[in-house]
């Protein structure tokens, strides 16, 4: 498994909130006060992480970012670029709708025990859907849809070469826009990381599905959402380079 270890410097400048809103050092998941049981058990509580391996979910918290979080902080603003997940694991955020800015803002959700926020931007969703603020000072974790992807490329998916053949009963789809697409594969279907949550849900528990993408951990990453889903996917290494088969040809 890769390193992950950054530096300080490198942790405050990939952190989610202002350096002001921040207080002290890092924080380990180890000496945040909520035990690690606890914290990946919020993990699984969402929809993307609910089949997660114990491994996993080891790699998973030591490679998040931590930091303590002063009264007042907002985590991430509704309509906002959002591109990581956040475990807040201690203190108390509210979940707001905005309408005429902060001070009017609709009060959706308080939230006093750990949760986790944003798990959608994993998917490439890159809207935020809500506002959250701290009410108090607390622990927040968060990562990044790059390093998630990378852990999961580095261990968490079976992957086939694009040379190696594929038996003819299997299904294999290009993750990724339509326009991206190779001309070789025009024929298969096309599934946007976007799209992926309803495609799981039209797609039958009994196939086998080959994700091809025009990188490796785009790849890996829509295998690993397919498989948490119950789904047998596999993650094509090359893929943009697969000569497929006759009878692969015309899939869409």
Sequence with gaps: MQSMTKSKSEMFRSFIVPRRFMRGASVSVDACGV???????????TELLCNMPDTMADVLLNAMVGRRIRKGAVLFREGSRGDSLVLKASGTAQVLQLSSGLANARVLATLIEPAVLGQESLYGVDKRSMTVRMLNEGTVFHMRRGIFADLVADGFVNWVGA????PQDKKVVWIGEARTRPRAMQG???VSIDYLKRYIRETSSGETIYCCSRDDTTAAFAAFLL???GLDAIAVRNGRKLALPNHLADQE
């Excluded at 035990?35 to 509580?45: C, N, Q, Y």
């Excluded at 040379?163 to 594929?166: K, R, S």
């Design 227 to 229: 498989a948490q889903r």
């Design 163 to 166: 040379d190696e053949i594929l």
């Design 188 to 190: 298969i279907a096309c």
């Design 35 to 45: 035990s690690r049981e606890v914290l990946i058990a919020t993990l699984r509580r």
